[in-house]
């Protein structure tokens, strides 16, 4: 018969246990040892045949017959062995024990010094040395911890589970067990629910080593096998007795183990796309949320409905700055934690294995982008309500002088018509007849004067309705009255002169100081309503380059150098006793080239029927002593407009046969160089409507000359006291004389209280307009004081934020330390940013400060607001950006393996081929990039169609460029192992029990409460040939879960 020699320490390849000491091997059958080993091996031996529905008593005798021994093989095994020997006889009892002695060979044991016969007749040695060969080989040489395995593996995964226990520390397997805590703390680690571990004591081994015991027996399925008293009782406990029970404990618990891996590596899958999923509602909400405000404020910012008054389109910039400082900037943000969010959520689905993210049609980046462009309206609104402002603040003030110049025109008409409609000349004496024909011929003059504000009225209503005003229907309306009435008094003023013209010739004499009163009275009375209109005319201050003149009402002047006229009619003298005049109204010549008064003594005519002037090149005079006339029927004067002398000391006129002019000391005319003139009452010059100006110096000029205005009031004040002596003289003469006189003027409305009454109106309004004009100096000093505060903090600000971008970019393509240190140093610029807010805000400050001024241009600087505020959006936009480029690296080099020297390596050579700085590789440029890393891309069709798969990898969109993250993506996709579908389908097999299928209940007992419910809600039903009421498809679950199929 073979015999076999059981040396279970010695094997070749197959070898599963160290050799042991001899120690432990001359201590085999030590008695306390055998008892223990006797009662281990008996109880592991039943926990298998109990399986079989037999068992054994005594593990010597009832092995004998070789029949339970090899049904205990077939049950550990899973294997059929030889057909058994049915026989009583001995040589069928060592037959059946050969068959087991050679199925254990067979498993790679080699037996040492055993043979049938001594298991056969009941050698205790032997047959407990073939057991524990039976339980190395098949409960302890599969154990496997960390790449260790038989005796050192379970020894390993007993100090592993128990590593967090207090006075535990599992050694050897023999008296680090004596005081129970050891088989306690296992117990727990798993089924924390069976033990209070709390409660053991260290002192106490009896009571810990009974616990673990009976807890062990009930509720895990592992029989008794020791004896407490035994292990207590024996200095050195038997190791193989300990190793066959701790091995029960770690195939009890390996169930459990497996679960408990495939459990979490489900959890683990579960919770990336759980949370991916919560990244992809957010996305999508947040995506919602940014294009419908894009929708409801684009219109907004489209519409260019203007409103009618200042104070509303005032309110309409309101709402704009509040737009731009409160409602726009958290947007700004929105959108860059939009592509923020959505680039983590690619590189997150890329890192796990997941298909690519795609939004809701319509809510890609892309789409938030170019819907984003649409506010660039923006920019248009604000030029549209500044230059609407400007336009009612130009058909504001040109109304108010629509007003001004109307209510002056109708107060100058009232009672006009009914004048000229009076037949009062009918029944009237030569001398008042002569007086009514005066009368006419200055109301001709004063009409006359007054065409050019009917004219004006005209062009601002046409300007007003142009510029679109609101009220121009009521403007339009008084516009139109003012003509129609103005037509009427022209119609009316022709029929009344034609009619005085008839009777003219019946009428030899006027009183001549009614008249020269009459002339020079009206247009100094008009001097001075042009004079108060100027005064109380507003200006506008703007910005231009230019000071721009369109109308101006009337100039009176001091000094002429050289004047060009034209036309007027006649002036006839008939019976005067005696005038004192300081100003000639008109004398009218043809031609004049230059007039100068240099010296002639004496002029005396006698008698002059008629006297035509029609060229005259030169006349000089200085001072004329005495023009001495007789008779002067008519002198005729082709061209002179106008002439305002200042101071005339005397014209004496002694009978109606002679006028004698004592002394002209002055001809003044008021400060103009040349002048071109064709109406009488008038100097016009090109439509001055506003005095627009822009600078300090402009308005200084403005206070030049108001001050050269008032210089000439002390002659205009002398000729308002001539105007007053004509009066005075008026009254000597019919006091002197008797002349029966009504005690009023005929030729004129305007009486000396008239002109006292205007006279004091101007002395009050120069002092106000003094004033205006120092406020409007000290405006404009503000004005220049508000473009410097803005011009030193945007000159600051806008390269500060230039710099920053361009420090930015270096950071993001230069290799300085770690992504880590990358990461900090761009946080830290981060901060210092958003530090720098508060000056941002405060130049938003000074910019609505120099809008409210209306201050539309600024020479101390280059910089606008709306440079600023773009730079500022793309600095915070960029900074974001790159910190989520650098997060989402470091993301992938933890996720991938990747070490800091390989993503080193990487940003080395993707810089390097980075020729242009641009952040991105051309194809051409990312092709040398791999061929430098060790990619193999041949110049065939071969390496084409290879190279055109990776650009289809990383340049999906087909842009023509690749970015670094995408760079890394792939270079860490080409080495990196992470969850696969299959690796998933495997764990759910593990919970399910090797099934098909994996009912809810399995679910929510291996799984956490809430990733259980996630699986049930979206597995489908299984519906295989096996399938069973309830059983849930994990299969079609996992390769969803991977893109691969839909759920």
């Known amino acids: 018969m073979p015999t076999f020699d059981m040396d279970p320490y010695d094997g070749d390849e197959n070898d599963y246990m160290p050799q042991e000491d001899d120690w432990d091997r001359d201590m085999l059958l030590d008695p306390a040892w055998e008892k223990q080993q006797r009662k281990t091996f008996t109880a592991w031996c039943n926990s298998h045949l109990r399986k079989a529905g037999t068992q054994i008593e005594n593990i010597e005798e009832d092995f004998r017959d070789g029949l339970k021994l090899m049904l205990l093989l077939e049950v550990i095994s899973g294997e059929r062995l030889a057909k058994p020997e049915r026989g009583k006889m001995r040589v069928h009892k060592i037959s059946n024990v050969n068959k087991a002695l050679h199925y254990i060979t067979s498993k790679g044991v080699k037996l040492v010094s055993i043979g049938a016969e001594e298991i056969v007749d009941g050698n205790a040695k032997m047959t407990l040395g073939m057991i524990w060969t039976i339980i190395l080989r098949f409960a302890i040489q599969d154990i496997s911890v960390e790449e260790t395995s038989a005796k050192e593996g379970l020894l390993l995964w007993c100090q592993r589970k128990t590593a967090p226990y207090k006075n535990v520390n599992i050694q050897n397997f023999h008296i680090s067990w004596k005081d129970g805590l050891g088989f306690c703390a296992l117990i ?51 190791e193989k007795a300990i190793m066959t029970y701790v091995s029960s404990f770690y195939h009890a618990f390996s169930g459990a183990q497996k679960a408990e891996t495939a459990a979490n590596r489900i959890c683990k899958v579960l919770a990336v796309n759980q949370e991916n999923e919560q990244l992809m509602e957010d996305y999508e909400k947040l995506a919602s949320d940014l294009l419908e405000w894009i929708r409801r404020t684009i219109p907004w910012l489209e519409n260019r409905a203007p409103e009618n ?123 008042e007849i002569k007086a009514l024909l005066k009368k006419h011929e200055a109301f001709e003059s004063d009409l006359a004067a007054h065409q050019d504000r009917v004219e004006q009225i005209a062009a601002i209503a046409q300007e007003l309705n142009e510029l679109d005003y609101y009220d121009s229907l009521s403007v339009n309306s008084r516009c139109q009255r003012t003509c129609d009435r103005w037509d009427a008094l022209g119609a009316l003023t022709q029929k009344r002169s034609e009619a005085l013209q008839r009777t003219e010739k019946l009428l030899e004499t006027i009183d001549q100081l009614y008249l020269e009163f009459a002339k020079r009275a009206a247009p100094f009375n008009n001097w001075m309503e042009g004079a108060m209109e100027d005064l109380q005319d507003t200006f506008i201050v703007h910005t231009i380059e230019e000071i721009q003149v369109s109308t101006v009402e009337e100039i009176q002047v001091s000094t002429v150098e050289e004047i060009q006229v034209s036309t007027v009619e006649e002036i006839q003298v008939s019976t005067v006793e005696e005038i004192q005049v300081s100003t000639v109204e008109e004398i009218q010549v043809s031609t004049v080239e230059e007039i100068q008064v240099s010296t002639v003594e004496e002029i005396q005519v006698s008698t002059v029927e008629e006297i035509q002037v029609s060229t005259i090149e030169e006349i000089q005079v200085s001072t004329i002593e005495e023009i001495q006339v007789s008779t002067i029927e008519e002198i005729q004067v082709s061209t002179i407009e106008e002439i305002q002398v200042s101071t005339i000391e005397e014209i004496q006129v002694s009978t109606i046969e002679e006028i004698q002019v004592s002394t002209v000391e002055e001809i003044q005319v008021s400060t103009i160089e040349e002048i071109q003139v064709s109406t009488v009452e008038e100097i016009q010059v090109s439509t001055i409507e506003e005095i627009q100006v822009s600078t300090i110096e402009e308005i200084q000029g403005l206070s030049t000359a108001h001050e050269q205005f008032k210089a000439t009031l002390p002659d205009a004040d002398k000729e308002r006291g001539a105007i007053l002596g004509i009066h005075s003289e008026i009254a000597k003469i019919v006091a002197t004389y008797h002349v029966n006189m009504a005690g009023t003027n005929p030729y004129t409305t305007i009486n000396p209280q008239d002109i006292n009454a205007k006279w004091d109106k101007v002395r009050q309004l120069v002092p106000q307009r003094d004033q205006a004009l120092i406020e409007e100096h000290a405006r404009q000093q503000n004005n220049e004081r508000l473009r410097r505060q803005f011009a030193n903090q945007a000159n600051v600000i806008g390269p500060w934020i230039q710099t920053k971008m361009e420090e930015i970019g270096r950071i993001s393509i230069e290799m300085h330390g770690t992504l880590e240190d990358q990461l900090t140093h761009l946080r830290q610029y981060e901060k ?26 600024n020479k101390h600087t280059n910089y606008t607001m709306e440079h600023i505020r773009v730079g500022w959006e793309q600095l915070l936009t960029t900074i974001a950006r790159t910190i989520n480029e650098i997060e989402n690296q470091i993301l992938t080099r933890d996720a991938k393996g990747i070490s800091q020297d390989q993503m080193n390596e990487f940003r080395a050579s993707f810089n390097h081929f980075d020729r242009d700085h641009s952040g991105t590789l051309g194809a051409e440029e990312f092709k040398a990039c791999l061929i430098s890393l060790g990619f193999d891309i041949a110049n065939d069709a071969q390496g084409e169609a290879e190279f055109s798969r990776i650009m289809s990898i990383v340049d999906p969109n087909r842009v ?68 069973v009421p309830g059983a849930l498809d994990y299969m079609s679950f996992s390769t969803a879960l991977y893109g691969e199929s839909d759920l």
């Open 832 to 857: 210092n940013i958003v530090n720098y807010k508060p000056k941002i805000d405060q130049l938003e400050g000074d910019h609505q400060l120099i809008q409210e001024a209306l201050i539309f241009d």
């Open 188 to 238: 727990h680690r798993h089924r924390p629910e069976l033990i209070d571990y709390g409660k053991l004591r260290k002192d106490d081994p009896m009571t810990n080593l009974n616990t673990a015991f009976d807890v062990a027996e009930k509720y895990l399925d592992i029989p008794k096998m020791l004896d407490a008293e035994d292990i207590v009782g024996t200095a050195r406990p038997d």
């Open 309 to 431: 008054t200042m104070q509303a389109m005032q309110q309409k910039l309101e709402d704009f700055r509040d737009y731009r400082r409160q409602h726009k900037p958290p947007k700004v943000q929105e959108k860059c934690q939009l592509e923020i969010n959505f680039n983590t959520l690619q590189t997150k689905l890329r890192l796990s294995n997941r298909p690519a993210f795609m939004p809701s049609e319509g809510k890609m980046v892309s789409d938030v982008s170019n819907a984003w462009g649409g506010l660039e309206a923006e920019k248009g609104y604000e030029e549209w309500l500044l230059n609407e402002i400007r336009r009612l603040e130009r058909l504001d003030h040109l109304a108010e002088k629509f007003r001004q110049k109307a209510a002056i025109h109708e107060a100058w008409t009232e009672g006009k018509e009914e004048m000229l409609q009076a037949r009062d000349f009918e029944t009237a004496s030569l001398s």
């Open 960 to 1027: 023509g460029v690749v970015t670094f993250q995408a760079f890394i993506d792939f270079m860490s996709r080409e080495t990196a192992d992470t969850d696969t579908a299959d690796q998933v389908m495997a764990s759910f097999k593990v919970l399910a029990g090797d099934k098909n299928f994996i009912m809810a209940d399995e679910l929510r007992r291996e799984l956490p409460p809430d990733q259980a419910e996630y699986c049930i809600a979206r597995m489908a039903p299984y519906s295989g040939t096996d399938a």
